[in-house]
C-alpha cells in the first residue's frame, strides 16, 4: 500500500527514473516498448504543464478558460479543506493538448468469464487495463487481443491519477466539462492520491467512486447546483443496475455445461437484451442516446470495466457511515482495510456491501425519469 505519508517524501523526478531503470531490465520487446511510450509520454505532459495563474493572465486565454480555470481552484480549496485530501500542487497547472485525449485504455476479457486480464506493473502493481498515449498503439494492442479471442474494450481517457508520484494538470480534455461533472472527476483522482492499494484495481478505483458520489451531494448544496446533476447520477443509477443484471446473467451461462456454440448464441442473445431494454428504459430521458453509444459496445471487458469500478462502493459507503461520516476516520479505515491480506479484505468489504444494501433497499427502488421499469424483468423476458 502506498500512504500518502510515504508519497510525500518522495522526490517527483525519482518516478521517471525508477521507470527508466526498470525498462533498461527488461528484455520483452512488447513490453520494452510499452514503457517506452508511457515514459516518453508522460514526460511530455509533464512538460508542458503552465501554472493556472499564468495561463489565466495570458491573452491569448479565453474568458471561458479562465471561469473554469477558476473552477478547478474552487473544487481543489474544496478537496483540500471540506474532504481533507492531500490536495497539494495536483491540478495547480494546466496543459493543452496536441490531440482530444491523453490516453487510451485497452481492457480485455476473455470470450466466456467476466473477470479482466491483468498486467502488472513496476511501483503500482496489477491492473485490468493497458493505457498508451497513442490511439494506434492502443488499437494495435486491441487487435492484437481480439485475435486472441478476447472481447476488448478501448477508450479515451480524458483524466489520470499518477497516485501523488507528480503533481498531476488539468487537462485541455476535461476543463470545459459541466461544474458537477468536473467536481466529481477531481474528488475521484485525489482520492487516488490519498488512499492506493497495490494491485487491488477493483478496490482503488470503488474507492475512488465512493468518495466522488459521497462528496458531491454536499458540494452540490455548498454551490447551488441541482436538477440536472441528480437527474444524471439517477440515470447512471439505472444503467448500472441494468449492467448488473446482464452480468448475471452471463455469469449463469458461461458456468453452465454447455457446448461454446450455445454459449456463445446466449451470450448474443442476452447482450441483445441488454441494448432494447436500455432503449425501453431511456426512451422518455431528455437525452436518450447518452449512453447508447457504451451500451452498443457492451461486452465481458465493458461488463468487467464497471465491475472495477462499482462493484465495491456500496462496502466502502457503508465504510464511511461507520466512520461517522468524518473523512479522515473513513480515510484511516480505508487504510486500514487494504493492509488486510486479499480474502480478508473481500469478505470484510463483502460483508459492508450486504450491510448497506440491507440498510438501503430504497436505493435499489430509486424512481428514475421516464416509465417505471425493472432491469430484472426486463432481461428475464425471453430467456
Known sequence: MYSSERRAMVVRGAGILVLGAALALLSACETAGYYTQAVSGQLRILAAREPIDRVAAAPASTD???????????????????????????????????????????LAAPEFELEPKRWCYPLIGCASYRGYFSKAAAQSKGEELLAEGYDIYLGPVPAYSTLGWFDDPVLSSFVNWSPERLAGLLFHELAHRRVYISGDTRFNESFATAVSQLALPAWRRRYGY??????????????????????????????????DSTKRARK????????????????????????????????????????????QVPAFKQLFRDSGESWPAFYEATERLGELDEEKRKARLKQLSARYREADTQVANAQVPGPSFSSDTCMSVGM
Open 64 to 106: 471561458g478558460l479562465r471561469d473554469q480555470l477558476q473552477l478547478v481552484q474552487s473544487i481543489r480549496a474544496y478537496a483540500g479543506g471540506e474532504l481533507q485530501m492531500p490536495v497539494g500542487d495536483a491540478y495547480g497547472t494546466y496543459v493543452k493538448l496536441d490531440g482530444k485525449y491523453p490516453i487510451w485504455n485497452v
Open 268 to 311: 448474443a442473445a442476452t447482450l441483445q437484451r441488454l441494448r432494447s431494454c436500455y432503449r425501453q428504459m431511456a426512451a422518455d430521458w431528455p437525452n436518450p442516446e447518452r449512453y447508447s453509444h457504451y451500451i452498443d459496445k457492451t461486452n465481458n471487458a465493458t461488463l468487467a470495466l464497471v465491475a472495477e469500478y462499482q462493484s
Open 226 to 259: 441541482d436538477g440536472a446533476a441528480a437527474d444524471r447520477a439517477a440515470q447512471a443509477l439505472a444503467i448500472n443496475r441494468l449492467m448488473l443484471a446482464t452480468r448475471e446473467q452471463l455469469e449463469a451461462i458461461y458456468e453452465a455445461e454447455l457446448p
